[in-house]
Structure formats: structure tokens, C-alpha cells
């Protein structure tokens, strides 16, 4: 927003949400949604466990990035 007119703010209506605030959880279930829309390219069920390997995995690597490696240009946690 510290870059938007008020101009821009009052005719678009923005809302601008930190990565904080959403994390990679929304990201990775819309893609999923987008990608497989329907059951003939993904069933339910490897939705699911595409899901929860997510789950399982990704708050680790994320940690463990963070804490024990260095890295050359800093990343978001999406």
C-alpha cells in the first residue's frame, strides 16, 4: 500500500495481505484446485495425500532452511 495512490485504493478497492498473515497453506490448496479441477486428473484421495504430504513436509523444510542454511538472495516462506 505504500505504494499505491489513494486514487488507486478508492476506485480498485484493494486489500493487501502480508505473506504473514496467509502463509503457503492458501497457495497450495488453490493450485491444487486449479491444477486438478476435475477427478479424472486427480482423484480425491491423491488430492488428499498430495495435501498432506504438504502438510507433513513443507513447515520442516521451511524451518530448516531458515535455521540451518544460508541463503544468497532471501526467500518468502510461500
Sequence with gaps: MAVASPATVSRCGMVYMTPEDLGWRPFVKSWIERKFPNEWLLSESLKTFLWETFEATI????????????????????
Design 59 to 78: 513447515d520442516i523444510a521451511l524451518d530448516k532452511i531458515r535455521t540451518v542454511y544460508s541463503e544468497p538472495v532471501k526467500t518468502d516462506d510461500l
